[in-house]
């Protein structure tokens, strides 16, 4: 089984990738959305946007 690291790493490479390439970008973006609906896309947004909130509002002021 591969390592956090590894996959880590793997992940970083792809965002930078998808983030270079607009077609790819696009063209992933599209099967996304073509693979999930409305109600799903608007919940991970939900949940990822109270996770950052939670995040940022847990780290430690200086």
């Known amino acids: ?10 992940l970083v490479g792809a965002a930078a990738y998808l983030m270079r390439n607009k077609e790819t970008r ?3 973006m ?3 959305k073509s693979f ?3 109600e ?4 991970v947004k939900s949940q990822l946007q109270s996770f ?3 995040k940022s509002s847990n780290s430690p002021t200086n």
């Open 1 to 10: 089984m591969p390592s956090n690291k590894m996959i880590g790493t793997v």
């Open 26 to 28: 696009e063209k992933t």
């Open 30 to 32: 599209s099967q996304i």
């Open 36 to 38: 999930a609906n409305p």
């Open 40 to 43: 799903t896309i608007d919940k």
């Open 52 to 54: 950052t909130k939670t």
